[in-house]
């Protein structure tokens, strides 16, 4: 297989929680493009040198196509448009595509920091032991406080995630996919927030009947992809 994906994995290989890997999956998965996925983790940077990130570290996803290597989940959708423009677009028009980079803002500066509160303890639970002292101290800086304190204010997390999501539940009542009859990528970007809400929480954020849930099994389903564990090469 000629596509390699690094992607960020708890302990557990197999539980794969990053919002902007799963954006670069249902990319590659859109335009019809075979790949295989390594799991990485967070202090695997020697790993990703390769990549040319930087002092600053690296970060997943790195995606190595035919020998080519790009990294952040914008840049290798930019480089599949472009690379594979014979495959159904992610961005349609020049129309959507302005309307997609709303949804990029929206997705990063109102539903990724509600989300993150929630999350994050279970997360720091989840990852592998040896990522736990580099989470605690480049995460806890961050929020401005322990990772206890904030599993100790969860529930008033709560009320906010759910706030966020009420123009996307009203959305979504009325059509399959943000993007119409058929998902592009502003759908991937709001699906990877939510995936990675749904893989990490220790409870449920959405009801099996909510408009949200039922756009997620479509999403997954029109691609193929539900109940289909990552592809590994390790």
């Given at each position: 297989?000629s596509?390699?994906?690094y992607d960020?994995?708890?302990a557990?290989?197999?539980?794969?929680?990053s919002?902007?890997c799963?954006?670069?999956?249902?990319a590659?998965?859109?335009?019809?493009?075979?790949?295989?996925?390594?799991p990485?983790?967070?202090?695997?940077q020697?790993?990703?040198?390769?990549?040319g990130?930087g002092?600053?570290?690296?970060k997943?996803?790195?995606?190595?196509?035919?020998?080519?290597?790009v990294?952040?989940?914008?840049?290798i959708?930019?480089?599949?448009?472009?690379?594979y423009?014979?495959?159904?677009?992610?961005?349609?028009?020049?129309?959507?595509?302005?309307?997609t980079?709303?949804v990029?803002?929206?997705?990063?500066d109102t539903l990724?920091?509600?989300?993150?509160?929630?999350?994050?303890?279970?997360i720091?639970?989840l990852?592998?032991?040896?990522?736990?002292?580099?989470?605690?101290?480049?995460r806890?800086?961050r929020i401005?406080?322990t990772?206890?304190?904030?599993a100790?204010?969860?529930p008033?997390f709560?009320?906010p995630?759910?706030?966020?999501l009420?123009?996307l539940?009203?959305?979504l009542?009325?059509?399959?996919?943000l993007?119409?009859?058929?998902?592009?990528y502003?759908?991937?970007?709001?699906?990877?927030?939510?995936k990675?809400a749904?893989?990490?929480?220790?409870?449920?954020?959405?009801?099996?009947?909510?408009?949200?849930?039922l756009?997620?099994e479509?999403?997954l389903?029109?691609?193929?992809?539900?109940?289909?564990?990552?592809a590994s090469s390790?």
């Amino acid at each position: 297989m000629s596509r390699t994906l690094y992607d960020l994995a708890a302990a557990d290989p197999t539980l794969r929680f990053s919002p902007y890997c799963w954006r670069t999956k249902l990319a590659l998965a859109h335009k019809n493009l075979d790949f295989e996925t390594v799991p990485w983790r967070f202090t695997d940077q020697d790993v990703i040198a390769f990549s040319g990130q930087g002092q600053s570290g690296g970060k997943v996803p790195v995606l190595v196509d035919n020998g080519t290597v790009v990294h952040d989940s914008q840049s290798i959708a930019e480089y599949l448009e472009t690379t594979y423009p014979q495959a159904p677009t992610l961005f349609g028009d020049a129309a959507s595509r302005a309307l997609t980079g709303f949804v990029k803002q929206w997705t990063e500066d109102t539903l990724h920091p509600t989300i993150v509160k929630i999350v994050l303890p279970d997360i720091f639970k989840l990852i592998d032991p040896k990522d736990r002292t580099y989470f605690r101290q480049s995460r806890e800086p961050r929020i401005g406080m322990t990772i206890e304190a904030l599993a100790a204010r969860r529930p008033e997390f709560l009320p906010p995630f759910q706030a966020a999501l009420a123009p996307l539940r009203d959305t979504l009542k009325a059509q399959n996919f943000l993007a119409g009859v058929t998902p592009a990528y502003a759908d991937h970007i709001v699906f990877g927030a939510l995936k990675w809400a749904r893989t990490t929480s220790s409870t449920a954020l959405l009801a099996p009947d909510d408009p949200i849930s039922l756009w997620m099994e479509r999403l997954l389903s029109y691609y193929g992809l539900r109940n289909q564990p990552p592809a590994s090469s390790a």
